[in-house]
């Protein structure tokens, strides 16, 4: 355990949050400023922080314990910006939300394929549409597992810093519909290592912009890359924007 919490005290440095992100929410969202955003999978709290450019009334939320302690400690001083970070489980987040909530709800870091299946995910996009106002959005990224480089066997870049070795990669698992995501944990002082696997959904873009159209989501889109270049079948990863 004690490995995995100075995990996420190394994790803005291991997985540094690009401005990108903000810029593309900002070009190719509504003008004008979003009163409140949601952050689904916020991590360390980087890119949450750094939404207080574009909101200033921002809800960050994460499973990990360890990783909503970290953001916390760097949320911004400002006193006319509002910046929570909560310890949650999206599902349970998003039902829970008042209808109308939020302007812009994120979903970004792949964090949608922990979902199991589809009726989650539909479950997903039908609490997340409440909790949206009206012309409100709802982000995801997700690799694109049309990709015929991301199957079982493909490693992503090794990541670390000065105290922790951080690694990851896909593996087979029984059902052709998921993917096991393995990660290994190193602290180079200690020595100490640790393992976890978590089950992926390979859900598609095109799948998923699909069932948001059926529930109701009156505008999707599908991008390439937080350029706003249009979507390839070559593209490590997809983004979607659903507009209510």
Do not use: W
Not at 208 to 222: L, S
Request: net charge negative.
């Amino acid at each position: 355990m004690r490995l995995y919490e100075k995990l996420a005290a190394e994790y803005k440095d291991i997985f540094p949050s690009s401005r990108e992100k903000v810029d593309f929410i900002e070009n190719f969202l509504k003008e004008g400023e979003l009163q409140r955003i949601l952050d689904i999978g916020c991590a360390s709290g980087e890119f949450a922080c750094q939404l207080s450019s574009a909101s200033r009334k921002i809800t960050g939320i994460d499973l990990d314990p360890f990783m909503i302690e970290e953001a916390k400690a760097q949320s911004p001083p400002e006193s006319d910006i509002t910046i929570h970070f909560e310890q949650a489980e999206m599902l349970r987040f998003l039902s829970d939300s008042a209808p109308d909530r939020f302007d812009l709800v994120s979903c970004l870091g792949n964090t949608i394929v922990y979902l199991d299946g589809e009726p989650e995910l539909n479950e997903f996009l039908c609490s997340a549409k409440k909790a949206l106002k009206k012309q409100g959005s709802l982000i995801i990224q997700i690799l694109n597992y049309s990709n015929p480089v991301i199957v079982p066997g493909f490693t992503f870049p090794r990541a670390e810093t000065g105290n922790i070795e951080f690694k990851r990669e896909y593996v087979s698992l029984e059902d052709p519909g998921e993917l096991g995501f393995k990660t290994y944990v190193k602290d180079k002082s200690t020595g100490e290592t640790g393992t976890d696997l978590h089950r992926h959904n390979l859900f598609s873009s095109s799948r998923i912009a699909q069932m948001a159209k059926d529930i109701g989501f009156v505008n999707t889109h599908i991008f390439g890359g937080y350029d706003g270049k249009e979507c390839e079948k070559s593209d490590f990863f997809h983004l979607l924007v659903l507009e209510k």
